[in-house]
């Protein structure tokens, strides 16, 4: 069975922006990390703004534009 592609950064901003709530802004890297994240993987800031209208604009800023920061994901 093939994998699936990975979504892209728009779709993922939508979704997020869809659910504002479960989700939130770190104030070190501007990373959105899920709700129940304690620290950022991203930064290890332990900072963040729930706020959900902060959450939908940094979406999508986020999802206009390509990545630019590494992740965990990019060095595994």
Known sequence: MADSPPPTR???AAKIAAN???YKVCEGCDSIV???AALCPNC???RFDAAPQRV????RILG???QTS???DDLG
């Open 10 to 12: 728009a779709a993922t």
């Open 20 to 22: 504002p709530s479960g």
């Open 34 to 36: 899920g709700s129940g």
């Open 44 to 46: 290890h800031s332990y």
């Open 56 to 59: 939908v604009a940094q979406a």
């Open 64 to 66: 206009s534009r390509e």
């Open 70 to 72: 590494v992740t965990a």
